[in-house]
């Protein structure tokens, strides 16, 4: 595996902590009020922009569901959903390609104190592990990203488990924003709350139906 030198591990990591300040410093940008202003100036790169400003969040621990619910009010239902997973996706691989890159195999699971146990199971329990840990959120998204980044588990299996554990709570911030949007325009609006919130208490209850050999 490539090892890059440490000085070019530390300029990347600097440049990732300006972009974090200054992500937190613009963060109305980042917003859904922010984005719809952007987009009608720019309404040809509505996607790409998206994508982009959702790696950022996720590289500066910003919350996604903020961003999925932007997205249903932004593009609708089905649309929101296309862009908010392909957001999630680039930006939780995103957080986990630059950790395992500056990382590169410094530090290892069973050298780590507080999540070394943790990943370690997630280098045995492979995506189901990442599965859990998303539908689990017990830690932010973008750390959860980061400390995958530095164990040994493969992307393939952390790409997986995202998408399967992010997929139940994306779906229902995109129909929940979508029904936000409904209202503030005078639409109809009650079918599709009501379909957002049952699809985040179904979300939250998923954990339990989990099969306990998965956990260890």
Not at 164 to 189: E, N
């Amino acid at each position: 595996m490539f090892r890059p030198p440490a000085w070019l591990r530390l300029l990347l990591l600097a440049i990732v902590a300006v972009a974090i300040v200054v992500a937190a410093s613009h963060r109305d940008a980042l917003q859904a009020e922010g984005l719809s202003d952007f987009i009608d100036e720019h309404p040809g790169a509505m996607p790409l922009v998206f994508v982009a400003v959702h790696v950022v969040a996720s590289l500066a621990f910003m919350p996604r569901g903020v961003l999925a619910l932007a997205a249903g009010g932004l593009f609708g239902v089905a649309w929101g959903l296309v862009w908010a997973l392909i957001g999630s996706m680039a930006g939780a691989m995103a957080g986990f390609a630059l950790a395992r890159w500056t990382n590169g195999g410094m530090l290892r699971a069973e050298q780590m104190p507080l999540v070394g146990g943790l990943l370690q199971q997630a280098e045995n329990g492979g995506w189901r592990l990442v599965l859990i840990t998303r539908l689990v959120p017990v830690l932010p998204p973008s750390l959860v990203n980061y400390a995958y980044g530095m164990s040994r588990l493969t992307g393939r299996d952390y790409a997986l488990g995202s998408f399967l554990g992010m997929l139940p709570q994306t779906v229902a911030f995109v129909k929940l924003g979508q029904a936000g949007t409904s209202a503030a325009s005078g639409d109809h609006f009650l079918g599709s709350l009501l379909w957002g919130a049952g699809l985040l208490a179904a979300s939250a209850l998923l954990p339990r139906l989990i099969p306990r050999r998965w956990r260890r």
